[in-house]
């Protein structure tokens, strides 16, 4: 079954497929940034503000930032990590193919590259991407921590749209189970793993959740950067009810 692409949303099905013919491409920042405009645009009028988990250097956190900035919502854009390498040993996590691509080594926790990730490299990224410093002062949060322990806590009450970039199965699991019935009527979740094959946990734990949640409540679709070539999307969950 073939998805909608949603630059403008209509999300019609409930059974999204796996497509990892794009899996691991490059993205292009301009491309990136296409994409996190389409999300936003999408629930511009949705009450809520805007929560990504999964931060790591603020690569898309930065691109959402910028485009809550150019149509001047208003929405605070919330943002969760640890900043700290990942046990990726949990059997939901296992994933043959991230194995044959680490050289069939287990991996305990991401590569030095990513660990070495901090909030400054994300406060680089929003100033690199010329948004105002008092405009991130004001409509920016970073959260450090576990979001196991921090999310319950400190997440908005209202959410319009949600960004998961978080890898594991135990961390997709705590995160939807927070945000979801904080997630307004009309918002979106974006799965940045849902479709990738190297972290089943990813898309595990959202189908658990939604085993217990009415079919009429939710759709699928996906957001794409809106680019001829389609180089960038990400499955979508639109709340229906």
Not at 2 to 28: H, N
Not at 147 to 161: D, F
Not at 174 to 197: H, K, T
Not at 205 to 227: C, K, Q, R, W
Request: contains cysteine; aromatic residues 10%; proline residues 5%.
């Amino acid at each position: 079954m073939t998805l909608p692409v949603l630059s403008t949303i209509d999300l019609a099905t409930t059974d999204p497929p796996i497509d990892d013919s794009r899996i691991g491409q490059p993205v292009p920042d301009e491309t990136l940034l296409g994409y996190m405009k389409a999300a936003v645009n999408v629930t511009r009028n949705v009450e809520g503000d805007v929560v990504e988990c999964g931060v790591w250097k603020g690569f898309s956190f930065s691109a959402l930032a910028k485009s809550l900035y150019l149509i001047d919502s208003g929405k605070m854009l919330y943002g969760y990590d640890s900043w700290k390498p990942i046990d990726t040993s949990a059997v939901e996590d296992f994933s043959a193919l991230r194995l044959k691509a680490n050289g069939s080594k287990p991996r305990a926790e991401l590569s030095s590259i990513d660990a070495r990730a901090s909030q400054k490299d994300v406060y680089r990224n929003l100033l690199a991407g010329r948004i105002p410093k008092e405009y991130i002062k004001s409509h920016t949060v970073l959260v450090t921590g576990w979001i196991e322990e921090t999310l319950r806590l400190t997440a908005p009450t209202a959410v319009s749209l949600i960004h998961l970039d978080v890898d594991l199965y135990a961390s997709y699991k705590i995160a939807i189970e927070v945000l979801w019935p904080r997630l307004s009527i009309n918002g979106m979740v974006l799965m940045d793993e849902y479709a990738d094959l190297t972290w089943p946990g990813a898309r595990l734990a959202i189908d658990e959740y939604l085993h217990d949640v009415p079919p009429t409540n939710y759709s699928f679709g996906i957001i794409a950067d809106g680019a001829a070539s389609g180089r960038f999307y990400r499955i979508a969950l639109k709340k229906m009810a």
